[in-house]
Structure formats: C-alpha cells, structure tokens
C-alpha cells in the first residue's frame, strides 16, 4: 500500500496536467488544470511541514487531507456560477477521494498488488 501513496500523486497530476495542456487554448480550463497540477505538488510538501513542526505522522496525514479538500470545495464554491471549467475541482475532489478511502481503509485490489510486488522486485538500486 505504501506505494500507492506516490502512484496517487502521479495519477492526479497526470489527469490535472493533460487537462491543463489539452485545453491551452481555453484559459477557463488551462488555469483550473494548471492550479490543480500546482495542487499536487504542495501536499506531500505540506504532509512533511506539519508532520516535523505540527503533529506526529497519522494525525499530520489527515490534517493535510483535510486541508486539502477544503481547498478544493472552497475553489468549488467559488467557481459555482462559472460556466465553464467548474468540473475541474469536482472531478479532482473525486479522484483524491477514491485514492485516499483506497489508502487510508487498505482497499486491496488485486492487480495493484500484483503490480506493487513486480515493481518492488525489481533490481533498482
């Protein structure tokens, strides 16, 4: 499970990022992928803030999650009345929900795991 934790970021920033570069000529869209794709890459920064100046580990993981996805209903409040692009912090919400319930309950999925042991098995270092 440990794994999945930077398979998640990569997920997130892969569909944020391809949002953002597919939709370049769109600033509505290009800027909500774009801050999403910023988004991604502020949380395991802040995970390591508040776990060596706040709160020890699993209570610094949640306190990350939570600020998080404040975050993003916050951006979803705000961009409520926009006609175009509102999707974007809904759709990201969802993905960081579905990847955090997978880690935090230890969802086991079969392929993942078959995944995850190929990977660790391999000569790397």
Do not use: C, Q
């Not at 776990?51 to 705000?78: K, R």
């Not at 579905?98 to 790397?124: C, D, G, N, Q, Y």
């Amino acid at each position: 499970m440990r794994l999945l934790v930077p398979f998640k970021d990569l997920v997130i920033l892969s569909v944020a990022y391809s949002i953002a570069i597919f939709n370049r000529h769109s600033i509505e869209l290009h800027a909500r992928g774009m801050i999403v794709t910023g988004l991604v890459f502020i949380e395991p920064a802040l995970i390591r803030f508040i776990n060596y100046a706040i709160v020890p580990f699993p209570t610094a993981y949640f306190l990350t999650i939570a600020i998080i996805f404040s975050l993003l209903i916050t951006l979803i409040f705000l961009e409520r009345n926009k006609t175009k692009g509102r999707w974007i912090f809904s759709f990201t919400l969802g993905m960081y929900v579905v990847m955090h319930t997978i880690i935090i309950f230890e969802i086991r999925i079969p392929l993942w795991v078959s995944f995850a042991k190929w990977f660790a098995s391999l000569p790397i270092t």
